[in-house]
């Protein structure tokens, strides 16, 4: 296979997997929209929280809340739990580093907020404790995962949101994960500046 055909063949299925979450998704997305919006709007916050291209997909999603999305609108309350170098070193050293998301959880968390817990897998050890963490201080879970949920699937209760990209390779999976963060901030501004915006 020529490097030009091995080109071709990403785009093409990555354009088969996004329209495959599309179907198996749009309906998860919105609800997950509405829940971050909600909580926004009555003074509540998003965390979002992941490790490695996770980690850089919930700096990008809180980025895009705090400043702005595509219009202008005043900042939102949105926290990415992977980027205090200074505390996250201090848990791992002190505690573990299943422990470096939980912490902050059970720090900042509050009844209302939401967590957006991201896994390619599904099986990231630190974000399974952070939902649990999440469930203890009344936080909502919006999980982004993929190849079928892996263990997180099954530790979500019944009022969180599962967005399960419907693929197995990681770079398919975190290019929906890039799409469904674009579609939740477009989402939360529609609904917060009023849906023609």
Same mark, same amino acid.
């Given at each position: 296979?020529? @490097?030009?055909?091995?080109?071709?063949?990403?785009?093409?299925?990555?354009? $088969?997997?996004?329209?495959?979450?599309?179907?198996?998704?749009? /309906?998860?997305?919105?609800?997950?929209?509405?829940?971050?919006?909600?909580?926004?709007?009555? #003074? #509540?916050?998003?965390?979002?929280?992941?490790? #490695?291209?996770?980690?850089?997909?919930?700096?990008?999603?809180?980025?895009?809340?705090?400043?702005?999305?595509?219009?202008? &609108?005043?900042?939102? $309350?949105?926290?990415? @739990?992977?980027?205090?170098?200074?505390?996250?070193?201090?848990?791992?050293?002190?505690?573990?580093?299943?422990? /470096?998301?939980?912490?902050?959880?059970?720090?900042?968390?509050?009844?209302?907020?939401? @967590?957006? $817990?991201?896994?390619?897998?599904?099986?990231?050890?630190?974000?399974?404790?952070?939902?649990?963490?999440?469930?203890? &201080?009344?936080?909502?879970? /919006?999980?982004?995962?993929?190849?079928?949920? #892996?263990?997180?699937?099954?530790?979500?209760?019944?009022?969180?949101?599962?967005?399960?990209?419907?693929?197995?390779?990681?770079?398919?999976?975190?290019?929906?994960?890039?799409?469904?963060?674009?579609?939740?901030?477009?989402?939360?501004?529609?609904?917060?500046?009023?849906?023609?915006?």
């Amino acid at each position: 296979m020529s @490097l030009a055909q091995r080109i071709q063949q990403h785009f093409d299925e990555s354009n $088969a997997v996004k329209q495959a979450a599309h179907v198996a998704m749009a /309906v998860a997305i919105e609800t997950a929209a509405r829940a971050m919006a909600t909580a926004l709007r009555a #003074g #509540g916050k998003v965390m979002a929280c992941g490790n #490695g291209g996770s980690a850089a997909d919930s700096q990008h999603f809180a980025a895009e809340l705090l400043n702005r999305f595509e219009c202008e &609108r005043p900042p939102l $309350a949105a926290i990415a @739990l992977t980027t205090d170098t200074s505390t996250l070193t201090s848990i791992a050293n002190d505690y573990s580093f299943a422990q /470096v998301f939980a912490k902050q959880v059970a720090a900042l968390g509050r009844p209302g907020d939401v @967590l957006l $817990a991201i896994s390619t897998s599904g099986n990231s050890s630190n974000v399974m404790v952070a939902i649990d963490a999440a469930h203890a &201080r009344g936080v909502r879970v /919006v999980a982004l995962t993929g190849r079928g949920g #892996g263990k997180i699937a099954a530790q979500l209760q019944p009022d969180d949101i599962h967005l399960c990209v419907p693929a197995d390779r990681t770079a398919r999976i975190q290019e929906v994960h890039l799409l469904t963060i674009h579609c939740l901030c477009d989402g939360i501004d529609s609904l917060i500046l009023g849906e023609n915006q």
